[in-house]
Structures are given as structure tokens and as C-alpha cells.
């Protein structure tokens, strides 16, 4: 656990560090989570191995710590931003920082927390989703996503050909509407709906935003949710981009297998995300903590370049179908069980 605690705690000690002094410190928090992550993940010493087995201890301290320090980071975040200490140098810089952390920290250790068995872990995931206000991804990737990938039923599984920004806009309305959908399916009237809660958070989350610092430190709470969003569907577009699931004799997709998701080795990224870019055995075992998820660079499609340079790539539709599609479709052959 080692490698987990130092790499994402040392994040969370320069954003502590930028949001008391600004400066150096400010530019440090970015630079970490940008330029430094780059070069750790070439460092081939580093590469965390393939299959580390179980003696693993599951990992649940490190993700309550990352979601309890998620809210201070959040609201002093806010609070820091709208206020007149910190230059507008400094409070771009932290903007930067604070939204790669929620994005590719904060959102790995809640999807992590909502795959728990235990319901307080379950709702403390929930509880960082909603603070960004995007609660409902709790229900559209468990009821959904982990249900549908890889087919056309899931608005989560990005289409081969199909632009990030074009997927991005679907796949936001279709997570909503599907999650609202199936939660609903699930529940026929009894109690009381998630949606209700998901809404909740999202204003309990907005109403302390204003309260620490009225409407400058809302819209600086909207602009940090937004960033932490694109990033979760970007992370989504890459992890499935061009990549379908069989239709069997019977007519109905084949089981969700290795092949149905991209994934990347890169070892420094993966220690800041969980392994959440060890997306093939995630789905394969949704409930297996994250230190202990395999990666066979046989039977899974491999990225050439780690998950946060994928993303960027995403961004430039051209060069992203020029790198992806041809891996893609090679992935799209019919492969023996």
C-alpha cells in the first residue's frame, strides 16, 4: 500500500500546501499531477507488476482518508478562490490542480468506495459524487454501466468513430436517465428514491459553496464540478472507446470479458487513480479492492500511453481516431473464450 499512500497523499499535501500560500506551492500542486506524473510513469522501475496477488490488504483506510480530505480540499478550495488572498495567477493555477485531483483522485477513490460492500463506504462515495453534483453516477455505473458496457445499451461505452465531445453530451443526459430508470426499476415505489438524495447533496453542497463565500465561491464550486466531470467521461470515452461485446446465437451481447475494455500498465498514474486504468479485471470483478486488480497485456487491449495522455489525445478527435481506431477494430474480431 506503499506506493498508493505516498503518490496520492503527496497530491493532497501540495494542494493543502497551495491553498494556504499560494506561490510556488500553487505551481508545485499542478506541476505534480501534470508534468512530474509524465515522467514517473517512463520510469520502468517503477511499474507496479501485472498480477500482485492477494496478499494485498484491501485498501479501505486509504480511500476514507482520500474522501474525508475530498471535502476540505473542495469547500476550502471555494472558499480560497473566491477571496481576494491568493493572486489570479495562484487561483489558476489551484483551479487547475483542485480539478485534475477531483477528477482523476477524488473520482477513482469514489467509484472505488461505491463498488463496497459495507453502506457506509457506499454512502461516503456517494457523498463525494454529490459534492462535485454529480450524484447520480453512483446508480448510472452500478445499475448501468457495469450492467450494459460495451454494447449500445450503456450511453457510458463510447462508439467507434464517435468524438469525445459528441459522446461526452450523450453519455451525460443518457447516465442520468438511465440511472433514474433503473434505480427505479429496482425499487418499484419503496422508499425513498436515490435521485432524491443524489439532489440533496448536490444543493446541501451548493448552499455551503454560498455560505462560505456566496456567489463567486458557487460559480468557482460549478467550474470545479464541471472540470471533475469532463474528466470522469473522458476517462469513460478511453476505458471503452471502440470496444463492443459479441451478440451470442441467442441474440443477446456475450459475457463482458477482457477484451471489452482498454487499459493502461503505466505504474505512477495508476498509483493516483487506484489502478482504475486496470479497467478489464475491474469489470471482470467489480468488488476487488483496487490494489489487487491484474493486468494481462495478452488478453486485454493495452494503451499506448498512459490513461491522462490518452485523454488529452481525446481531446483532438483527428489525432485520437489516427492513434485508436485501427486498435480498436482489431479488437472488434471474434477472439476464442
Avoid at 462535485?132 to 445499475?143: I, K, M, T, Y
Avoid at 464517435?162 to 450523450?170: D, K, P
Avoid at 476505458?239 to 459479441?246: K, T
Amino acid at each position: 500500500m506503499a506506493r498508493f499512500a505516498l503518490v496520492t497523499l503527496g497530491m493532497v499535501a501540495l494542494l493543502f500546501m497551495g491553498l494556504a500560500w499560494g506561490g510556488p506551492w500553487a505551481l508545485a500542486a499542478l506541476l505534480y499531477i501534470t508534468v512530474f506524473t509524465f515522467f514517473m510513469d517512463k520510469v520502468t522501475a517503477l511499474a507496479q507488476v501485472d498480477h500482485p496477488g492477494a496478499e494485498f490488504p484491501s485498501g479501505n483506510g486509504l480511500s476514507v482518508v482520500l474522501a474525508l480530505v475530498h471535502f476540505p480540499l473542495l469547500f476550502g478550495g471555494v472558499w480560497r478562490l473566491g477571496g481576494d488572498a491568493l493572486t489570479t495567477l495562484d487561483k489558476v493555477l489551484m483551479f487547475l490542480a483542485l480539478s485534475l485531483f477531483f477528477g482523476q483522485v477524488s473520482n477513482s477513490n469514489a467509484h472505488e468506495l461505491i463498488h463496497r460492500s459495507a453502506r457506509g463506504l457506499r454512502r461516503l462515495g456517494v457523498a463525494v459524487y454529490a459534492s462535485v453534483l454529480f450524484g447520480h453516477h453512483a446508480s448510472a455505473h452500478v445499475r448501468v454501466h457495469h450492467v450494459h458496457a460495451a454494447t449500445d445499451a450503456d450511453p457510458n461505452s463510447a462508439r467507434l468513430g464517435e468524438s469525445f465531445y459528441a459522446f461526452a453530451w450523450r453519455a451525460w443526459r443518457g447516465a442520468l436517465r438511465e440511472g433514474y430508470r433503473a434505480e427505479s426499476r429496482l425499487r418499484a415505489g419503496r422508499g425513498v428514491h436515490p435521485y432524491v438524495w443524489y439532489g440533496l447533496g448536490a444543493l446541501a453542497s451548493l448552499g455551503l459553496a454560498y455560505a462560505l463565500g456566496q456567489g463567486k465561491a458557487v460559480l468557482w464550486l460549478l467550474g470545479l464540478s464541471a472540470y471533475a466531470q469532463v474528466q470522469l467521461f473522458l476517462s469513460d470515452y478511453v476505458q471503452h472507446y471502440g470496444l463492443r461485446r459479441l451478440l451470442t446465437p441467442q441474440g443477446k451481447p456475450e459475457p463482458v470479458g477482457p477484451q471489452h475494455s482498454w487499459n493502461a500498465p503505466h505504474g505512477f498514474s495508476s498509483a493516483l487513480m487506484l489502478n482504475a486504468p486496470r479497467h478489464s479485471d475491474h469489470h471482470a470483478r467489480p468488488a476487488r479492492p483496487y490494489p489487487g486488480l491484474e493486468i494481462d497485456r495478452h488478453a486485454m487491449p493495452i494503451l499506448p500511453q498512459s490513461l491522462p495522455v490518452m485523454a488529452v489525445l481525446a481531446l483532438v478527435p483527428p489525432v485520437w481516431r489516427r492513434v485508436m481506431d485501427k486498435r480498436a477494430a482489431r479488437w472488434a474480431e471474434p477472439r476464442p473464450s
